[in-house]
């Protein structure tokens, strides 16, 4: 691992201009903030960053999990592992399988959160989306420990195995909690006060873990076992399609109580979560389950800081801007919590930008400006052990530097059906593919070498 003199060094290098002021101010606002929640090393735990309500100096899984991408632009990639590998490393049996919910800068359970085995808070959700997020991590910074450490690949396999049968009493496939367990085996991340029996987070979290175990499996020659979890995976998508959908609301429903009747109203992380866990497959229970999200939002400021990454994954970028800019306005309630400046950087990065990994050497953009934006430049990017620029204008020109690193190839997407894009100039027959949000997309690839800039337009240039 690189060592913590190296990564403070190096970390916070990225930056962003616009043709939007205040989104210009609220992205600096955002990296100064999220660094301040970012430790090098000189406490027990190791590298970490706050991802918790900011006086307990702790971080739980639900946040680690979702500042990750943000962290990973930010140079923290390291950060998160270190989590992930305290995570993984306290999975028990004498804790049912579940491992800590908050870890304290000590490399202790958060008192808050834990008073022995037999009494701590969990919410069962979580085991899956740190599988989920190891391999997000693995797409943007292509390192193995991922796919080989040995920690990481017990944790997984608990987890597939005794985790899951241990919390899914009845045998369904899915995990479930029961009001005995007490505050220890939530089946879903709302926090609201109504523990029901299962959320539909439970299945969109299961799902992605699953989908997500597949994929690392796969690059680990595992390809019965890969076959294995994306058929688990897609059974569980059909089953939620099915029983989950409310029809008379256009919606799936959020939550199912105790006597396995349906929560009716809009539930919050049961009914966004499973959008941004991409195991909703149907497109048309899809998008009014999006439409749904558009007219309910969200209450609360952690929730708020999913709905710029839901809706650039599903390519309603106005509503994206639109929630970026709340979270970035001086005036929003709550905005020192860490979530929000990590999520900032995070969604501008992966969603304004469209920039994404494969773990290897092809580095991907995707222009999602809206209609007001102008022009966005992003740089200093660190991404597969690569430091590259990004800019778009509108969502029809885009140029990349790599500033450091091995070459790569660029693949540059565009919106809708292009049949030619333009590189240096000449027109270059396009290929077209639908995104994992289900947007149509048009590109070319393109490699580049260190310190070169390529240029590729949806339209002709002079």
């Known amino acids: 691992m690189t060592n913590e003199r190296e990564i403070k060094a190096k970390a916070g290098a990225v930056t962003f201009q616009s043709s939007d002021k205040d989104l210009n101010e609220g992205f600096v606002w ?45 140079g923290l990639r390291y950060h998160t592992k270190n989590m992930i590998m305290r995570f993984a490393e306290n999975i028990a049996e004498s804790r049912d399988w579940c491992t800590y919910w908050e870890i304290t800068k000590d490399n202790v359970p958060a008192p808050v959160d834990y008073e022995n085995d037999e009494d701590f808070w969990y919410n069962l959700p979580a085991n899956f989306d740190i599988i989920h997020t190891s391999w997000r991590q693995y797409e943007w910074t292509g390192d193995d420990y991922y796919l080989n450490d040995s920690q990481l690949q017990k944790f997984f396999e608990l987890t597939l ?89 256009d919606r799936f429903y959020g939550a199912m109580l105790q006597d396995r009747s349906f929560v009716k109203v809009y539930h919050a992380e049961g009914n966004f979560l499973p959008l941004y866990y991409g195991s909703i497959g149907n497109r048309e229970k899809l998008n009014k389950a999006l439409a749904d999200v558009k007219i309910n939002r969200v209450a609360n400021v952690e929730g ?70 102008e022009w966005a430049e992003l740089g200093e990017v660190p991404i597969l052990d690569r430091t590259i620029t990004v800019k778009h204008k509108g969502n029809t020109e885009s140029a990349v530097t790599l500033q450091a690193g091995e070459s790569f190839v660029w693949k540059a997407a565009f919106p809708g059906h292009v049949d030619t894009l333009y590189y240096n100039g000449k027109g270059i027959a396009a290929k077209q593919e639908t995104t994992v949000g289900g947007e149509q997309v048009s590109y070319i690839t393109v490699e580049i070498a260190e310190g070169e800039t390529h240029a590729v337009s949806a339209k002709p240039q002079g």
């Open 30 to 74: 955002a990296k100064r903030q999220a660094l301040e929640y970012a430790h090098f090393g000189e406490d027990a735990v190791g590298l970490w960053y706050e991802a918790a309500l900011p006086e307990r100096e702790a971080f739980c899984i639900r946040d680690v999990m979702h500042h990750s991408t943000g962290a990973a632009v930010l």
């Open 161 to 249: 195995n005794e985790y899951t049968k241990t919390w899914d009493k009845d045998g369904d496939g899915i995990l479930e909690y029961y009001p005995e367990y007490g505050r220890r085996g939530l089946a879903t991340f709302n926090e609201a006060g109504l523990h029901p029996l299962l959320g539909g987070d439970m299945i969109g979290s299961q799902v992605a873990g699953y989908r997500s175990f597949a994929q690392l499996a796969r690059l680990r020659g595992l390809a019965e076992v890969a076959q294995q979890y994306d058929n688990k995976a897609d059974e569980l998508e059909q089953r939620y399609e099915k029983d989950w959908w409310n029809e008379g609301k």
């Open 304 to 373: 708020k800081t999913y709905l710029p990454d839901i809706f650039y994954r599903y390519g309603e970028n106005e509503e994206a801007f639109k929630e970026l800019k709340e979270l970035v306005d001086p005036s929003l309630d709550r905005r020192d919590y860490p979530e929000v400046s990590y999520c900032v950087v995070g969604s501008v990065a992966a969603g304004l930008m469209g920039i994404a990994g494969d773990g290897a050497s092809v580095i991907s953009t995707l222009p999602r400006l809206a209609q007001s934006l």
